[in-house]
């Protein structure tokens, strides 16, 4: 394997070649999360509607994300913050 190629927790190996070369991007920009809130907040004032298909992550033992799967089969890369700590997850 190519020393610029990685492997994840999960063991999906990712070639970061792929996303960049020669500064071009050449994939979809990343779904950049500028804000969060608690998934109950959003259903209630129809942020996110009842129907939508969402996809969970587990950012850390306190944190669930709940991201649109249709934001994400555009996008396949959201990344942000949430109480400071940066989190990146790819689809």
């Known amino acids: 394997m190519p020393d610029d190629l990685y492997v994840t927790s999960t063991g999906m190996?990712?070639?970061?070649?792929?996303?960049?070369?020669?500064?071009e991007t050449l994939m979809f920009a990343?779904?950049?999360i500028e804000r969060t809130a608690p998934l109950a907040d959003a259903l209630a004032d129809q942020t996110v509607p009842p129907d939508a298909e969402l996809l969970l992550a587990t950012h850390d033992d306190d944190h669930v994300l709940a991201l649109s799967r249709q934001q994400m089969a555009y996008h396949h890369v959201a990344q942000g913050t949430v109480e400071g700590k940066p989190w990146l997850v790819f689809f």
């Open 30 to 32: 990343p779904f950049t």
């Open 13 to 23: 190996t990712v070639d970061p070649g792929r996303i960049k070369r020669q500064g």
